[in-house]
Structure formats: structure tokens, C-alpha cells
């Protein structure tokens, strides 16, 4: 039986929020990268991120403490966040923002793989379908090869299983937090967590590990690196909080048309005729996600009458008539 708080069309419209803002994270960070470090840029991402949900947290009176299972599964989030975010930052920096994020884009992919399998969630072909074609769209937008970059293309592989990971997270403690709290706690933990490893590692004198002062408009950089992700990562976690996770993941291929839109007025990195062929794809597949969401939104519940043989059915609830539905 489905879950009240499952209210599929709000959580497709915040999820919609997220695609559209999340690639301005990927702007700024890239920005960033030509001066500071990757780990810094990562750090501040949390830092700033931090500062500005703890007043709101405070201001709303939510609780700082966290205990029992919604501590651990912040712990992970922040973990998996951390390597999501480390490994992007470091493949845009010699990377054009589409072709990273297209390779990113098997995520949404082992997000229904995972959430079938771990999680039980519900996977209907046509929806399995529909992610897969927007998979095979993804591949036409992949635009370095591994000769043209190398070992670096590897890394939006690290953000695709960080991020897949993280929502699955985001599903199981949405129920345990407000998105807000969740978001200010995720950040606190994360900065915790990443300040320390680049004091450790410091002395080996790991150019992507190193500290440097920012200065000039670096600061603007480093401060829209944390206002789009709370902002963005808010959006999600209100999604993830409406809707299962399957049914949101496919969504995330529209972050790709926004993330080359940037790419191009930004950076210049004007996509040629086969992105644009993937990009037609992947948007195809997402619409028919919604569409097919808002169907299974309409369907009435099943009762206890669904436990009685197929004869004692009234006709509305036959088989045959349910399949003429779809």
C-alpha cells in the first residue's frame, strides 16, 4: 500500500528544483579550482553550507542532537557527500561540466538497481525502461574519451556511486529529521570529518590536498559553492522526503540540459550534434518518467477486496480492466 507522505507530483517538483540549481554547484566549483585547491574547494562547500543552515536550523527550533540510527546514517551521508563532491571537483577542474556529468550519469541508473534490490522499492519495466534509454542517451553526450583526459574521467565514476549512495541515505533519514536540520547537520559532520583528513595529509604535499588563502572574486566563488548546494540539496531532501527514490532517480538526467547550458554561457563549451541527440533523449525519457508517475498517482489504492478470488472482483477492479488503464 502506498505511503501517504508519498506525494509523488511535489516531489518531482522538487526534484525538478534540484536539476536546475545543482549544476550551478559545478559552476562555481570549477571557477574556484583555478585557484584554490580541490579540497579546499570541497571544504568550503560544508563550511559555508554549515553557516548558513545553522541560523535557519535555530531560527525553525529544531534539534542540533542527533542520536541512535539518525547519527550513524548522517555520519554515511556526510561520508558518501564528501566523496561525491571531492571527485567531481577534481574531474571539471581539466574537464568541460557536460562530459563529466555525463559520465556521472549512471548514478540515477544504480540508484534503481539499488533501491530494487536492497530497499524493495517498487520497479516497473516501464519505468526500468525508461532510465535505460536515458542511460543510452547519457553515453551519446560522453563527450573525452579516456585517451583525451585520462585517469581523471574515472573520477565522475566516484561521483556516480557517492551520489547514488547519498540518496538512498537521504530516503532512509528523511523520515528521522526536517530537511533542514538534515541538510545543517549533513554539512557540520562533513566539514568535521574533511578540515582534519587535510591537516593529516598535508605534510606529504598533495597538490589537490593543499591549503591556500583565497582571495578577490575566489571568495564569491567559494560562497556560491555552498549557498547552490544548500539550496539544491534542500530541494532534494524535500523530494526524497515526498517521494521513493526510484521514482525520482530517473529525473536527474534533466540536470544534464541545465549543467551544458552553464557549460556553454559560462566556459564556452558549445555541445556538438550528437550531444544534442543525447541531450533530446535523455529529456524524452524524463518526461515520460512524470507522465507515467502521475498515472500510477491516479490509480486508487487496493483494499482488502484485492485478497478475495479474481470471480468475487467487481468488473472495475478486473485485470483485464486495470491493463486497459495503463
Not at 548514478?107 to 535505460?132: D, H, M, Q
Not at 517521494?243 to 534533466?254: D, F, I
Not at 507515467?292 to 489504492?301: F, G, H, K, Y
Request: charged share 10%; aromatic share 10%; net charge positive.
Amino acid at each position: 500500500m502506498s505511503k501517504p507522505a508519498d506525494r509523488i507530483p511535489l516531489g518531482v517538483a522538487f526534484m525538478l528544483g534540484f536539476c536546475a540549481l545543482a549544476p550551478l554547484i559545478d559552476v562555481f566549483s570549477k571557477l574556484a579550482a583555478e585557484t584554490l585547491s580541490v579540497g579546499e574547494v570541497t571544504l568550503a562547500r560544508y563550511i559555508v553550507q554549515a553557516a548558513l543552515m545553522i541560523p535557519m536550523v535555530a531560527l525553525m527550533g529544531q534539534s542540533f542532537r542527533l542520536t541512535g540510527r539518525a547519527l550513524w546514517l548522517t555520519v554515511v551521508r556526510a561520508v558518501v557527500s564528501l566523496l561525491s563532491t571531492y571527485c567531481f571537483v577534481a574531474a571539471i577542474h581539466v574537464m568541460p561540466l557536460a562530459d563529466a556529468l555525463a559520465i556521472v550519469f549512471v548514478e540515477p541508473f544504480i540508484i534503481l538497481l539499488l533501491g530494487w534490490t536492497f530497499y524493495g522499492e517498487p520497479v516497473g519495466p516501464r519505468r526500468l525502461g525508461a532510465a535505460a534509454v536515458g542511460f543510452l542517451g547519457s553515453l551519446l553526450v560522453i563527450q573525452p574519451s579516456f585517451s583525451a583526459f585520462g585517469p581523471v574521467a574515472l573520477f565522475p565514476l566516484g561521483t556516480a556511486l557517492g551520489f547514488a549512495l547519498y540518496i538512498l541515505v537521504t530516503r532512509q533519514l528523511a523520515p528521522l529529521q526536517h530537511p533542514v536540520a538534515m541538510q545543517a547537520h549533513t554539512a557540520i559532520v562533513a566539514a568535521l570529518i574533511w578540515l582534519p583528513a587535510m591537516l593529516l595529509v598535508g605534510p606529504l604535499r598533495i597538490p589537490s590536498m593543499a591549503f591556500g588563502w583565497p582571495s578577490g572574486v575566489v571568495w564569491v566563488w567559494l560562497f556560491g559553492v555552498g549557498l547552490m548546494a544548500t539550496i539544491s540539496h534542500m530541494s532534494m531532501s524535500f523530494g526524497l522526503r515526498l517521494a521513493p527514490a526510484t521514482a525520482l532517480a530517473p529525473l536527474h538526467y534533466l540536470e544534464l540540459v541545465t549543467a551544458t547550458t552553464f557549460g556553454y554561457l559560462v566556459f564556452g563549451n558549445f555541445p556538438d550534434l550528437l550531444t544534442w541527440a543525447g541531450i533530446a533523449v535523455i529529456c524524452a525519457s524524463g518526461l515520460y518518467i512524470i507522465h507515467r508517475e502521475r498515472v500510477i498517482a491516479r490509480r486508487p489504492i487496493p483494499g482488502p477486496a484485492t485478497l478475495l478470488p479474481e470471480a468475487a472482483l467487481p468488473a472495475e477492479a478486473s485485470p483485464a480492466s486495470t491493463a486497459q488503464r495503463n
